[in-house]
Structures are given as structure tokens and as C-alpha cells.
Nanobody, 120 residues
Framework: QVQLVESGGGLVQPGGSLRLSCVAS????????MAWYRQAPGKQRELVAR??????????NYADSVQGRFVISRENGKNTVYLQMNSLKPEDTAVYYC???????????WGQGIQVTVSS
């Protein structure tokens, strides 16, 4: 059974930082591209950041709105992907979802989501 379990969300003041973690089980983690998406109330789910497998060079890409503030990384030995979020803004408030996409299977899995609220 595949599980993606997010942690690290919560309430933070504008300008603050949070680090989200997502631990995957039931998949061959090194063969999955990993990503973070978010969905704010009344808006569509959007890609925040993606990190490719080392097979594809381990590169990353980011939404323009978070470029230079957020950093995605992965630790294959721990089946974990992280999202370091700095200089947080109220518009970063959303439910954040961990996503795994198999490079061989093309299957996609989602975590249950975790709330991030940026407010004073």
C-alpha cells in the first residue's frame, strides 16, 4: 500500500519559515519524481516545486511565485522529500500536497495534504 505522509505545516507569521516533510512508503522512491502542490480556498491546485530523480539529474523547478523563497530537496535513503519555505507571505496560505510520479510506472500518488497558514 502506497502512503505519502506530510508533516511540518502550521501557523506562521509573514516573513517566517516552515519546512514541510513527506515520507513515502510502498514505492521505489528513487524511481519517482517528487513534487509539492498547493490549493488555496476557491482556487485550483497548483504546482509549487518539483524535484526529479537522480536518473534525470535530480533537477528542480519552481512556480514563479515561490522562486528564490522555497527550496525542494529529497533524501532517497529516508524516502523523504522536503520543502523549505522562507519569507512566507499571506498568499502562501494553502493546503500543501505531496505528489509522487513514477518514471517507469507513470502512476501518480498524493498525500492527504497539510495546512499552511501565514498570518499575523
Amino acid at each position: 500500500q502506497v502512503q505519502l505522509v506530510e508533516s511540518g505545516g502550521g501557523l506562521v507569521q509573514p516573513g517566517g519559515s516552515l519546512r514541510l516533510s513527506c515520507v513515502a512508503s510502498g514505492i521505489d522512491f528513487s524511481n519517482y519524481n517528487m513534487a509539492w502542490y498547493r490549493q488555496a480556498p476557491g482556487k485550483q491546485r497548483e504546482l509549487v516545486a518539483r524535484i526529479f530523480t537522480s536518473i534525470f539529474g535530480g533537477g528542480t523547478n519552481y512556480a514563479d511565485s515561490v522562486q528564490g523563497r522555497f527550496v525542494i530537496s529529497r533524501e532517497n535513503g529516508k524516502n523523504t522529500v522536503y520543502l523549505q519555505m522562507n519569507s512566507l507571505k499571506p498568499e502562501d496560505t494553502a493546503v500543501y500536497y505531496c505528489n509522487a510520479e513514477g518514471i517507469l510506472t507513470k502512476r501518480t500518488y498524493w498525500g492527504q495534504g497539510i495546512q499552511v497558514t501565514v498570518s499575523s
